[in-house]
């Protein structure tokens, strides 16, 4: 099931423990057990790799994702193979455009659950940082945007709709395996009927940047005592958790979200059997990893 979260940095992949099994979900049942296993190192490796990590500072960054990957593992894998299930169960009937959207929910659900477990990790690293470590993490988010606005908004909107249509046929078909030229044809269509809303969800994306930039250097500044900090970036990330209910932005995201949802329709809808039964056994093979994970196998 797509995650419908727009694309951010410190605020979605901070809460990684779900990024990297929903990741996995969508590498294939041979890899979900080996991405998790090694999810700790790759997170880290990643947060390494925005702050540049030193000394006991990055030694105490380790300690701290070892213990959050502890607790996602004893306390919320099983949680996702059951989701998983809902999802499979759906998918072999008819979903409706409110069955996806209460899926939407429900990963939205575990999403905020994640950052609030993770907000005493968060805190521990943000009152860490120094003042050029923080300058490293913006012009790796610069670096970053850049890399966005030359995969998605050059070119004419013909350019800008085919990248977008291959982006989404590359994870349909790790689901649904092949389809054909008729089938790509009607997606592609469903595809171009979508809002190019990359501009928005660039600016959107910045503005998080922004603030998480400004709160770090609150903090490295004021030196507020550990339970100031966390209270303010609980606040923050309930502040991004809420943002798509802001009436200046509501019905922007309201459009993104049932047109993405429309879109996955379409690839349900037409679906043959030979490829639900595809997906049907891949999300059992997810199934079976996420269970035997969650029992330290």
Request: proline share 3%.
């Amino acid at each position: 099931m797509k995650n419908f979260s727009t694309p951010d940095l410190l605020f979605r992949r901070t809460l990684a423990l779900l990024a990297i099994t929903l990741l996995a979900l969508v590498a294939g049942c041979s890899t979900i057990r080996f991405t998790y296993n090694q999810g700790d190192t790759l997170l880290y490796w990643w947060l390494d790799s925005y702050a540049d990590l030193e000394g006991r500072q990055a030694d105490i960054t380790k300690r701290d994702i070892d213990n959050l990957f502890k607790w996602h593992r004893q306390s919320e894998l099983r949680d996702y193979a059951a989701l998983l299930g809902n999802f499979q169960r759906g998918l072999a009937g008819n979903p409706t455009q409110a069955d996806m959207v209460n899926a939407y929910r429900e990963i939205r659900v575990r999403a905020e659950r994640l950052a609030t477990h993770a907000v005493p990790e968060i805190t521990t690293m943000a009152l860490s940082l120094t003042p050029e470590q923080i300058g490293h993490i913006e012009r790796k988010f610069n670096t970053k945007n850049e890399e966005y606005r030359r995969k998605f908004m050059t070119g004419d909107t013909e350019k800008r709709q085919r990248a977008r249509f291959k982006k989404s046929m590359d994870q349909f078909e790790l689901w649904f395996g092949n389809f054909s030229k008729d089938q790509e044809a009607a997606l592609r269509r469903a595809s171009d009927a979508r809002p190019l809303d990359n501009q928005f969800l660039l600016e959107e994306r910045i503005y998080r940047q922004r603030r998480i930039l400004a709160l770090l250097r609150d903090i490295q500044q004021k030196r507020p005592n550990r339970d100031q900090a966390a209270a303010q970036i609980q606040a923050m990330l309930r502040e991004f958790f809420t943002r798509t209910e802001s009436p200046e932005r509501k019905a922007v995201y309201d459009v993104y979200i049932d047109q993405t949802i429309k879109y996955i329709l379409t690839a349900i809808r037409i679906a043959t059997p030979a490829q639900k039964s595809h997906a049907h056994q891949r999300m059992q093979g997810w199934i079976g990893d996420l269970q035997a994970l969650a029992a330290n196998r």
